[in-house]
């Protein structure tokens, strides 16, 4: 859903730039030889993974699935989804967008190595392209840097991150 007449949109409408706290999710589609999608976004022309805020009446796993469609093209089964990583760190998760308004991102990162389609860019994204986890395309996102570094955490030892 573009952001004008998102749950968030209608939010901002009464609050203006103000901070809001905001559940979300983050997908990490990973193919078989390791490497991870990456999207260029349309607001601020860095990359980062897939993700987004909630609606209405969604839930985590939901909220990854759309946001993968939305921006990537791919459709994903939610039962797919491999929950790997919670990030909620206010200094690594307030964002401060180019309009000026400010949110507290709370969310899920979920791994996704099965989907359906093909990566091309969505209403959010200029560009998407796989590549090294380890070395993601520049500039990339800071937020988004801290999430891949628990994903890449998860990797080496299998459990849960949180940060």
């Not at 609050?15 to 990973?30: I, T």
């Given at each position: 859903?573009?952001?004008?007449?998102?749950?968030?949109?209608?939010?901002?409408?009464k609050?203006?730039?103000?901070?809001?706290?905001?559940?979300?999710?983050?997908?990490?589609?990973?193919r078989?030889?390791?490497?991870?999608?990456?999207?260029?976004?349309?607001?601020?022309?860095?990359?980062?993974?897939?993700?987004?805020?909630?609606?209405?009446?969604?839930?985590?796993?939901?909220?990854?699935?759309?946001?993968?469609?939305?921006?990537?093209?791919?459709?994903?089964?939610?039962?797919?989804?491999?929950?790997?990583?919670?990030?909620?760190?206010?200094?690594?998760?307030?964002?401060?967008?180019?309009?000026?308004?400010?949110?507290?991102?709370?969310?899920?990162?979920?791994?996704?190595?099965?989907?359906?389609?093909?990566p091309?860019?969505?209403?959010?994204?200029?560009?998407?392209?796989?590549?090294?986890?380890?070395?993601?395309?520049?500039?990339?996102?800071?937020?988004?840097?801290?999430?891949?570094?628990?994903?890449?955490?998860?990797?080496?030892?299998?459990?849960?991150?949180?940060?």
């Open positions: 859903m573009p952001f004008e007449g998102s749950y968030l949109w209608r939010v901002r409408q609050v203006g730039h103000d901070l809001v706290l905001v559940p979300g999710a983050a997908v990490v589609a990973q078989e030889d390791g490497k991870v999608l990456f999207i260029r976004r349309s607001d601020n022309g860095v990359w980062a993974l897939p993700g987004g805020a909630a609606e209405e009446g969604g839930s985590f796993a939901r909220t990854a699935v759309d946001e993968l469609r939305e921006e990537t093209g791919l459709v994903a089964d939610p039962a797919d989804l491999i929950p790997a990583a919670c990030f909620s760190d206010a200094a690594h998760h307030t964002l401060h967008y180019p309009n000026e308004d400010v949110a507290h991102f709370f969310s899920l990162c979920f791994l996704v190595r099965r989907w359906q389609g093909e091309g860019p969505g209403d959010e994204t200029l560009e998407v392209r796989f590549g090294d986890p380890a070395d993601p395309p520049q500039p990339f996102e800071g937020s988004t840097a801290r999430v891949l570094e628990l994903f890449l955490a998860y990797l080496c030892d299998g459990t849960f991150q949180v940060g």
